[in-house]
């Protein structure tokens, strides 16, 4: 099992980034797909997550700025950053939990700063 991760990089506050990950999953369509983020010094928290069905949640922080969504037939799942904001700093992690067990991408780095 595969989770790529890619999209991060730096961005001026307010701006907009889009992450992407792949999965080589064959039962990738009956996942619940998260986000995750580590900042330094903190521990990793839940960002957004995406069930099969496509009903999203999100933690407070990012409502109304953070998009998840997922492409089925590509086996990825993207979540759309705007209104960026210096606190957004972290690695960010795709994650999904199957048979008790987590799998994790390798994270891919986003940097808010003017």
């Known amino acids: 099992v595969q989770l790529q991760a890619c999209g991060g990089g730096l961005v001026q506050p307010g701006g907009s980034l889009r992450l992407s990950c792949a999965a080589s999953?064959?039962?990738?369509?009956?996942?619940?797909m998260n986000w995750y983020r580590q900042a330094p010094g903190n521990q990793r928290e839940l960002v957004a997550t995406?069930?099969?069905?496509?009903?999203?949640n999100y933690a407070d922080s990012v409502k109304g700025r953070f998009s998840i969504s997922r492409d089925n037939a590509k086996n990825t799942v993207a979540l759309q950053m705007n209104s960026l904001k210096p606190e957004d700093t972290a690695v960010y992690y795709c994650n999904f939990k199957a048979s008790g067990m987590d799998y994790w991408g390798k994270g891919t780095l986003v940097t808010v700063s003017s």
């Open positions: 995406i069930i099969a069905g496509g009903k999203s």
């Open positions: 999953v064959s039962f990738f369509s009956i996942l619940t």
